[in-house]
């Protein structure tokens, strides 16, 4: 499946209203209505909990699995460029987060208690990520010019967040950390002329596993934490977007718009087995950011799947 909706430019409605289908081996270019947001269970059964608007892109789940952030980036339209938050059991009754801080707010990440959003301003000064309330209160809090929030570090005192450098057309994406008492950046992982992205933490905090096409594809690698200096590549047939099972012994991952299941060998990373298919597929994925999140319990995915128009 081909997908149109793997980039948002500042200020611009990236998400088009062509979509490749694909059914069996025919593909079918459908105008879209709109996104089904769902549970899906491992073996593939979906529940639809709502439909979203096709500007929407990326929900994050909160930290108790209730409720979803994201953003709308219809400036034109009737759902703007903003934050929303949703609860799962009421999708139609979501509700914009108030007091914007920028013309384009977007790429929203929970704070671990649940209480506060980490996300991207972009404006003509660039890109930075801010800190505010969920219900919109209080001052947001600037916390360092950048151009993504990805997650937290066991406990939650240091942030991963991403850098992008642009040249000749190459997007050279690394991953650093930011400490939110000292205000201090340490380089996490980068890669010159590549980019590396989506990094995810084990549950025991001590891998990180992210995604690299430093050769010439993505795929997933690991490094130890904290950092010895090595790097274990665990896929060989392109991969992307990690997050963690539970037991901290597996990670999940797409691939082609399909579901994997990698079981690791912790011991010796470079010779983990071969990749398990799950019966998921058809979902909406890009390139970067990651559009699917886990549920709580780990053997759920919440996914967002298109809607053709009738």
Known sequence: MNVCLTRWAIGTVIACAIFALVTGAVTKAQRLSG??????????????????????????????GKRIAFETRDRSGPDGARLWIAELSDLAG????????????????????GERLVFIVSSERGDAIYSR???????????????????????????????????????????????????????????????QHSSAVSPDGRWLAYTSNETGRYELWLEPLPRTGMRYQVTRDGGSHPLWLPDGRSLYFDRGQQMF????????????????????KGFAQGEYRRQFELMPNGRQFLMLFPVAAQ
């Open 35 to 64: 996104f089904d947001l769902a549970i899906v269970e491992v073996d593939g059964t979906r529940t639809v909990l709502g439909r979203l608007p096709l500007s929407v892109f990326a929900p994050r789940l909160s930290p108790d």
């Open 261 to 280: 299941q990698l079981k690791l060998n912790l011991s010796a990373p470079t010779s983990s087995a071969d990749p398990t298919s799950l019966p998921i």
């Open 133 to 195: 309330r969920a219900d919109g209160s209080g001052t947001p809090e600037h916390l360092i010019d950048a151009r993504s929030a990805e997650g937290w570090m066991p406990g939650g005192k240091q942030m991963r967040f991403l850098t992008l450098k642009e040249e000749g057309g190459n997007r050279d994406y690394d991953i650093s950390l930011f400490d939110m008492s000292s205000r201090t950046v340490t380089p996490l992982v980068g890669s010159p002329g590549s980019a």
């Open 94 to 113: 979501r509700r914009p987060v108030a007091n914007p801080v920028g013309p384009v707010d977007w790429a929203p990440i929970w704070s671990l208690d």
